[in-house]
Nanobody, 124 residues
Framework: QVQLVETGGGLVQAGGSLRLSCAVSGGTFSDYAMGWFRQAPGKEREFVALISRSGGYTYYAASVKGRFTISRDNANDTAYLQMNTLKPEDTAVYLC?????????????????WGQGTQVTVSS
């Protein structure tokens, strides 16, 4: 079975940086588009960023564009989210997800596999 495990979350001050990792096992990583989502308590799951199978296409939510960078290393079956200039509004559980379809999507329902999430807390 396909498993996704996020790491790298933690507590940082506003303006700081974190790098999240998503390790994928049990499937063919290069067959999946990868996405990052986040969810704060009491709020809906929110799209953050996605990257195509080859890494040649990326797309970001307006709230993070210019601050966050999604990437992937297909040789190591890992996706990343580099988060810079963090704001308190970025505080959430961050989840990675894998999409087996041939079309990328920013909607959670399009993703087939999900990690359990890693907490990111940004203090002011």
């Amino acid at each position: 079975q396909v498993q996704l495990v996020e790491t790298g979350g933690g507590l940082v001050q506003a303006g700081g940086s974190l790098r999240l990792s998503c390790a994928v096992s049990g499937g063919t990583f290069s067959d999946y588009a990868m996405g990052w989502f986040r969810q704060a308590p009491g709020k809906e799951r929110e799209f953050v960023a996605l990257i195509s199978r080859s890494g040649g296409y990326t797309y970001y939510a307006a709230s993070v564009k210019g601050r966050f960078t999604i990437s992937r290393d297909n040789a190591n079956d890992t996706a990343y989210l580099q988060m810079n200039t963090l704001k308190p509004e970025d505080t959430a559980v961050y989840l990675c997800a894998a999409d087996q379809s041939s079309t990328v999507s920013a909607y959670p329902r399009a993703y087939d596999y999900w990690g359990q999430g890693t907490q990111v807390t940004v203090s002011s």
